[in-house]
């Protein structure tokens, strides 16, 4: 026993001196991120987590708003959508040569230049000065011949409302009907890959190296340097069993162009908990289809990615519309089966007619047809700005990408219902809202009524809204049942259940939205409609498909 | 039940031979043709039948099993009136293991959970004989009636309630011709159109396709016992 534990404290010991020569080798303008991967202790699970506080208003979630908003320098549009300053993403027709590609770039922008293109993307990025106006050069660019199509890189965010813990049952499994449909299939889904397009995933343990400057909030408080620090990181027991990751299968992070998509935000990791939760091994959470194998793609960019790069990079820090098109491209081509989207942004609502305008995002939709015209079955968030005034499009905006979802059989948008079937109050509503799944609420049914999955307790991981004098560094090796709820939390539901579809031999996207819809409860107004779609979806009758007479 | 109709058409087959094989050939002898003895007012003739049906709800039985036809065994019992008119009752059954499906973008997709439809018609037919003065041992027939067409489907992890057991009526037109093998041996062939609504259509893949007809186009071999 005695030995047992020496050799724990022995490679604690050797790593932090490692780490310690290491860094101080580091130059002050030296501010890369170093991921020493599978180096760090075992993940804590604190269990059910009930001392965290937070709500859609609460002090600490418009908190973080603004320190992002801070911290990432977007441009908001004259739709008032924000987008990454500097980039412009372009499309080229195939009969362009490159000397009237580079004439159109130039009649755009004075400062355009077309960049080496990035990897798994059928688009180009023309870099242009930060301080142009890049709706305004994209529009320039979709006037001329050569272009199919050109945009802003709009931002994307998840699609989540973090709340308070509980110890209650999970109500939202049942709801779908998952206790039978694991008796049709045990075995959950094994042999299909899930892609998780996220803020990244717990996969594995690393030690972290980050150099923390200071930063400045948004309403002006002054953070201090923290200078170099060992940040433990630890895989999700709960998505990763103890034998190791073998479900994880291709990870890559296109936030900051890494094969390690480390989940720095804890809603990529709670997303993945309802896909693949580990399940009937005594402990914590269940998931929908626990034995999916798991592929991270990191396309959203969380407070911590932009605090670890440094304000020398922050520009290169992802988490745009042209980041959410290679993460599908490259899960499409890597493997996965599924994928989900746990994400959106607000935009006009004919994108469908006129995509060539500002907030569309014709580069997500060629991605997702690209990634369905390979096999892939995509959900998509349904959006959470039922209550929200977001101009100028007004309360309850369109959702861009579960707009398109709409328009591709194969992808599938999905609205949010709480723990009594009712619409969410949050859900987004409209003509292209498909399917619904449990995204939970507060409202009627307290902490009662979220989404518990297993992430971070982000108590250790949100120290930015600490005040000054207590910020710190966060650790991510802690993890508990955490609630959240939001129409994030609905649309892994239906990956989950697609998932188990694919494992049962059904492996066309749009047949899978076709029984998904077929066979779901029917809320709300009879038939299909703007706040349900086609209603709640049901995992067992999905799997059972139907009788010749019944 | 399978191998009736091949032994049926082996036996057919032998039959046509051992009526061509004479004796050693003799002097003809004129002897008294027997007069033809009048036939009863009423017989009663049992059978056993051979059918292969392709079901008109060709889309849902391509989805639960892969193809539109199967194969019904069955029997019953013909009255005959006069040699000329007849009311045949018959009995026979049809079960086929499939799979569980759907049909998406009109193609079919199964999900991998077994289904077995059992299908059991009662049938009460009636029809006219005809007679071929240059083939006497050939007997044409239509005939018409109705049925009575039990429906059975279960499908593994079925909760109470939602396997199918019904029976529902439908009509029947046949037609095709009876040959005397033997005094006492005929052997039947016939085509059956059967139309069975009110069972499939109202739920499941057969809604998806709009098919409500559980009947279909069948052809027949019946051994037929008895004058």
Known sequence: MRGFRALPVCATVLVAAGLVLTLRGQTAGDWRLQILEHVGLPAIDEGMIADESHTPSSPETLRRAALLEALLQDRAGASGGHYRPGRVIVKFRDEAAMPDRRAAVRAASDTGEIAV???????????????EDAE???????????????????????????????????????????????????????????????????????????????????????????????IPYSAAPQ?????????????????????????????????????????????????????????????????WDLLFAGFTNISNVGGSDDDVARGLRYAADNGAKVINMS???????????????????????????YAVGKGCFITIAGGNEFEDNVPPFGVNPTSVLAEIASRIPGVVSVAAVDRGKNHAYYSSTGSYIELSAPGGSERGFGSAGFVRQQTFDSNLTDTFLLSPSEFHAPRFDVFGNIGYIGTSMAAPHVAGVAAMLMQQGVTDPAAIEDLLEKTAID???????????FGLVDARNALRGLGLAK | ????????????????????????????????????????????????????ESFAAIDTFDAGFGHTYGPFFGGGLQVLFRDRFYLELGASRFKQTGQRAFLSGGRPFRVGIPLTATITPLEVTGGYRFRLRRLPRVRPYVGAGFGSYGYRETSEFSDAGENVDTRH???????????????????????????????LGLGGVSQQAGENDLGGVAVRVKLVVGR
């Open chain 2, 1 to 52: 039940m399978k191998t009736a109709i091949p032994a049926l058409l082996v036996a057919v087959a032998l039959a046509a031979p051992a009526a061509a094989q004479r004796p050693p050939q003799r002097p003809p002898v004129r002897a008294p043709v027997p007069p033809v003895p009048p036939a009863p007012p009423i017989s009663f003739r049992p059978f056993v039948v051979g059918t292969e």
């Open chain 1, 523 to 533: 809320l709300g107004a009879a038939g299909r409609d703007d706040t349900f779609g």
């Open chain 1, 136 to 230: 305004e050069a994209a529009s320039m660019l979709r006037q001329r011949p050569e272009v199919q199509y050109a945009q802003a890189a709009y931002r994307v965010h998840a699609l989540f409302v973090p709340n308070d813990p509980v110890y209650a049952q999970q109500w939202n499994l049942p709801m779908i009907n998952m206790e039978k449909a694991w008796d049709i299939q045990p075995q959950a889904g094994s042999a299909i890959t899930v892609a998780v397009i996220d803020t990244g995933m717990a996969y594995e343990n690393a030690t972290i190296t980050p150099t923390l400057q200071s930063f400045r909030s948004r309403n002006g408080t002054v953070y201090p340097a923290l200078g170099p620090v060992v």
């Open chain 1, 117 to 131: 293109r990035p990897s798994y993307a059928d688009f180009d990025i023309v870099r242009i000065d930060p301080a």
């Open chain 2, 169 to 199: 009526s439908g009509t029947v037109l046949n037609g095709g011709a009876e040959f005397r093998l033997h005094r006492w041996v005929g052997l039947g062939a016939d085509v059956q159109y059967t139309h069975v609504p009110g069972i």
């Open chain 1, 239 to 303: 998505l990763v069993s103890a034998t190791g990751s073998s479900r994880i299968v291709a990870p890559y992070d296109f936030v900051n162009e890494r094969a390690t998509p480390l989940d720095f935000d804890g809603h990529g990791t709670h997303v993945s908990g309802t896909i693949g939760q580990l399940t009937n091994d005594g402990i914590g959470t269940a998931g929908v289809a626990f034995n999916v194998k798991l592929m991270p793609v990191k396309v959203l960019a969380s407070e």
């Open chain 1, 343 to 369: 994400l959106g942004s607000s935009g006009p609502a004919n994108c469908a007619t006129n995509p060539n305008q500002n907030d569309c995002s014709p580069v997500i939709e060629a991605a997702l047809r």
